[in-house]
């Protein structure tokens, strides 16, 4: 059985109706595979190709180990977004769910389509008025993660002084015009699409700002969400240290703790497939103002990046569990046939074994031995 064949009814098992059109995204899912393969001839012809090969089995385990408790607390916070929200949202599918969206994300291009299609299938268990809430919720949820994660990067940059020393000094040459330069062009070009869509968006703006307050921002409801996004966050750095005790780095953890949340926000940016190529470019550029060399970040980037993909290789089978529930549910639902299968009865008339009646109706002819066929009167 092929991925491609597997992948084809992502969205339509929710609810029976197609989310994502099956060709489109069946010619997506092979990106991932090229992606990984790319990256892993990268570690293997880089000049410590040895220390990528020679990694210890215990770290890697312990690095996908991680998986659980960051899906398992993540869906946590989701089950609570939706419920502060007003939709159901039951403990097993949430973690299925996510499961499933984490996967997603790690084949398919953005990095946000498994999140995308966690709303949308959570969204066809729901009434059809709650649709709109429940992508919401995926919205809010996946919002205080990316909060946690910037308080996290901001706390650990102040605390570190020769990469805060570092980053000011590249801020101050040429190359900040350029960065001004395109901050305000996303700004106008922002401005000018709110400005052309303020009626049509004001509406769902003014929903989502209800919803901020209730599931994130409300003073009951923030300090769990604060909590659970910065365990997350800490998970993401302990795998990021497993990686790295996997291949041997001599770095002790106040060394690497603060070059890891500037990977996690340039992971962030939608452009790729998982984050490969942002992750790895952003490490590149961050090694050096550590004083370290760019070689080591960007290998173990890498093994980050696989240590990730293999963490969620559970939504792999749920994906395959519904790709066969939706192949066994034609047998056990099936019903009447379309088209009777009929036959030839002892005197030579066509008969039907569905018990659908001819339109030609036979009644007998007085004074004879044999029927005659009559037609319906119309009308």
């Known amino acids: 059985m092929s991925f491609r064949h597997l992948f084809r009814n992502v969205c339509h098992n929710a609810s029976g109706s197609a989310g994502v059109r099956p060709r489109h995204a069946a010619r997506c899912a092979w990106v991932s595979p090229c992606a990984v393969g790319h990256a892993r001839l990268a570690v293997e012809y880089r000049r410590d190709r040895g220390a990528a090969r020679h990694t210890s089995p215990l770290w890697v385990v312990a690095g996908v180990a991680l998986s659980l408790p960051q899906v398992m607390i993540s869906a946590w916070r989701w089950r609570l977004t939706a419920h502060h929200v007003g939709i159901a949202l039951p ?81 101050g040459s040429a190359h900040l015009s350029w960065a001004w330069a395109i901050a305000a062009a996303a700004l106008l070009a922002l401005v000018t699409v709110a400005s052309l869509w303020r009626q049509r968006l004001g509406k769902a703006l003014a929903r ?66 998982a984050g490969w190529g942002l992750r790895e470019g952003a490490a590149a550029l961050i090694w050096p103002l550590a004083g370290l060399p760019a070689q080591e970040g960007v290998t173990l980037s890498i093994t980050y990046g696989l240590l990730i993909l293999l963490g969620s290789l559970p939504g792999a089978l749920v994906l395959a569990r519904d790709h066969w529930a939706e192949r066994r549910a034609p047998m056990s639902h099936r019903g009447p046939p379309c088209w009777p299968a009929t036959g030839r009865s002892s005197d030579g008339r066509s008969t039907s074994s569905a018990g659908v009646r001819d339109s030609r109706l036979s009644l007998p002819h007085h004074g004879a031995g044999r029927s005659r066929t009559a037609y319906p009167r119309p009308g």
């Open 91 to 171: 403990w097993p599918r949430a973690l299925r769910e996510y499961y499933l969206a984490t996967f997603l994300n790690q084949i398919l291009p953005g990095g946000v389509m498994g999140d995308a299609t966690r709303a949308w299938r959570h969204g066809s268990h729901t009434d059809a008025g709650q649709r709109g809430a429940a992508i919401r919720a995926v919205i809010i949820e996946r919002a205080s993660g990316q909060i946690a994660l910037v308080l996290v990067a901001l706390v650990t940059l102040v605390m570190a002084a020769p990469l805060r020393e570092a980053i000011v000094a590249g801020l």
């Open 208 to 273: 989502l700002g209800q919803d901020l307050r209730q599931a994130l921002l409300g003073s009951h409801v923030w300090p769990r969400q604060l909590l659970s996004s910065l365990l997350v966050v800490a998970t993401y750095v302990a795998v990021f240290m497993c990686a790295a005790r996997a291949l041997e780095l001599p770095h002790s953890l106040d060394v690497l703790l603060p070059l890891v949340p500037p990977l996690l926000l340039a992971m962030a940016i939608p452009l790729s497939v």
